[in-house]
């Protein structure tokens, strides 16, 4: 049960400030038993993905890639088999990691991320609802509109 002591769930972002650009690698241990539930989990989505393209519940990565039209065919790469959403995760730490990932931690940070925009957008309302015409000229030519433009109507 090594493998089980070793951290389970890895996120590597690439994330670029105003400043500076680092990458940075976050990391939780997981249990044995964690680790039993996410390869159940993880083969049952193998399963379903190969039932899904008609084949039978055990297919290889070959397979899901033909059956699925993969870019590459039969050798496609695992970012292509992704894209295809014909991935066969590998029944390692590694494929575990990749497939906690893809299919846990990128669609949360994606979505947080999208939050932002949103965020921006009620602070620039909420102050816009303080502001004075001269201030509100400001912020709509440096935006590239017209003085007197209505940013939050």
């Not at 399963?47 to 290889?60: Q, V």
């Not at 609802?129 to 509100?136: C, D, L, P, S």
Request: glycine residues 6%; hydrophobic residues 45%; aromatic residues 6%.
């Amino acid at each position: 049960m090594v493998d089980a002591m070793r951290p389970l769930f890895l996120a590597v972002f690439l994330l670029v400030a105003a400043t500076a650009g680092a990458q940075e690698t976050y990391s939780q241990n997981a249990t044995a038993a964690n680790v039993i539930d996410l390869r159940a989990v993880t083969v049952a989505d193998n399963e379903d993905t190969c039932e899904r393209l008609g084949l039978s519940e055990s297919c290889t990565q070959a397979q899901a890639c033909v059956a699925g039209n993969a870019v590459g065919g039969s050798s496609c790469t695992a970012a292509q088999a992704r894209t295809a959403n014909v991935r066969i995760w590998p029944d390692t730490q590694a494929g575990r990691d990749e497939y906690v990932l893809h299919n846990f931690v990128l669609p949360r940070f994606n979505a947080a991320k999208a939050r932002i925009a949103a965020r921006h957008a009620f602070k620039l309302c909420r102050w816009w609802a303080t502001a004075n015409t001269t201030q509100r000229n400001a912020v709509c030519t440096a935006a590239g509109q017209s003085a007197g433009c209505e940013l939050c109507p």
